[in-house]
């Protein structure tokens, strides 16, 4: 694209046209004398820039050869940001996006927001008996399993160890996070095959609702902790909502925490 076009201007262009090209490069055609426009293009998301005047066939397709390698890495930087390196499920980073704006649109359209917190039950001993690389490996295959029970749309989640999120959208009832969080735990029914061994393992879901239980992430986070800790307490292998008394014994065991730290600090 030229940067001095009839109906649009330098950098200006490329801020409107990043957005609406994809996984298309952007190679800007610049004047001889003003390669600063071409610097502030690339960092407005152009990935390549080459002086009118210059271009050859030969300078082109280096161009365009590099703004193609360029935009790749870039791609393959964001994932690795946003995403479990071991699950390739979203991260705690990309999940607080995709919550944040889950919450803005349920907001909107006045529709709920769930968020269930997903704990493996009895994980430490299996990785400790049947070690790490096994571990991992049940990891990678509950991801598997916990995304075929999803729709396209929603948001799996591993946020580190054994701990993994769902966040879901355009609920037509509550009930239906009743119906997913059941069909989760039936999918732990059928063990799971490693090389050649069977473990068999389960989960414990906490489940909160926006906007009953909290208005924004940290809010809702938290929520959904107390209630996966609730259900841990109630036998494992089964889901709870949050609740006004989970809420109130999270404050207390909060209390509690610092109390004891406190005496800890003073002694």
């Known amino acids: 694209m030229d940067l001095s076009l009839p109906d649009a201007q330098g950098v200006f262009t490329v801020q409107a046209l990043r957005p609406l090209s994809g996984p298309a490069p952007i190679v800007v055609l610049t004047g001889r004398d003003d390669e600063q426009s071409a610097r502030q ?15 050859d066939s030969r300078s082109l397709r280096r161009a365009v050869r590099y703004a193609i390698e360029r935009i790749r890495a870039e791609d393959r930087l964001a994932h690795i940001a946003h995403h479990d390196q071991l699950t390739q499920l979203a991260n705690r980073t990309l999940l607080l996006e995709r919550l944040n704006q889950a919450i803005s649109r349920g907001r909107r359209a006045k529709s709920p927001v769930a968020v269930l917190f997903l704990d493996l039950d009895r994980f430490k001993a299996i990785n400790d008996s049947l070690g790490h690389h096994v571990g991992d490996r049940l990891l990678t295959e509950v991801a598997r399993r916990l995304a075929g029970a999803v729709r396209d749309a929603d948001t799996v989640a591993r946020l580190g160890g054994d ?68 259900a841990k307490e109630t036998g494992r292998n089964n889901y709870q909502f949050f609740s006004s008394e989970l809420h109130e014994r999270a404050v207390v065991r909060a209390n509690l925490e610092q109390e004891l730290e406190r005496a800890l600090t003073d002694k």
């Open 163 to 230: 701990e993994f999120a769902i966040v879901l959208e355009e609920l037509a009832t509550p009930d239906n996070v009743t119906l997913l969080a059941q069909r989760l735990l039936n999918s732990f029914a059928t063990p799971f095959s490693l090389d050649g061994i069977e473990i068999s393992t389960s989960t414990s879901i906490g489940i909160v609702l926006h906007p009953h239980n909290g208005d924004d992430t940290d809010q809702l986070l938290k929520a959904a902790d107390s209630a996966v800790y609730r």
């Open 41 to 55: 293009a690339m960092l407005a998301g152009a990935q390549d820039y080459l002086c009118k005047g210059e271009v």
